[in-house]
């Protein structure tokens, strides 16, 4: 199994850009979803359009050799763990704002 430096790189190159593509598609259409007249459709759709690109991807990546994909799935990974860093966790109560810690206690008191 002989690979050379240059497809090290391409492969962490593609696994980047694919788990861009992909979590950074799958953030957008999340983001969006409640702005569709057909949510179920658009998730449906974005999910088939962000996997099937990304299997065409990897497939490309597999034609270097298998250590070329298992670098690139690595990469893949990594960017799905630094952009849910980045990104954050989504307010489990997205339709009520966030209440000050007072006007909570505030309520609770004269209850």
């Known amino acids: 199994m002989n690979i050379d430096f240059l497809s090290i790189c391409v492969a962490l190159v593609m696994g980047t850009a694919l788990g861009w593509f992909y979590f950074g598609g799958l953030w957008w259409t999340l983001k969006g979803i409640h702005q569709r007249s057909r949510p179920f459709v658009f998730l449906g759709l974005s999910y088939l359009l ?28 990594l960017v799905r763990f630094f952009l849910t860093r980045k990104i954050g966790s989504v307010n489990p109560n997205p339709v009520t704002p966030n209440i000050k810690k007072e006007s909570r206690d505030n309520a609770h008191q004269s209850g």
Do not use: K, Y
């Open 50 to 77: 962000r996997t099937g690109f990304c299997l065409a991807g990897f497939w490309v990546v597999l034609q270097q050799g298998i250590l070329a994909l298992i670098i690139s799935l690595i990469a893949f990974a």
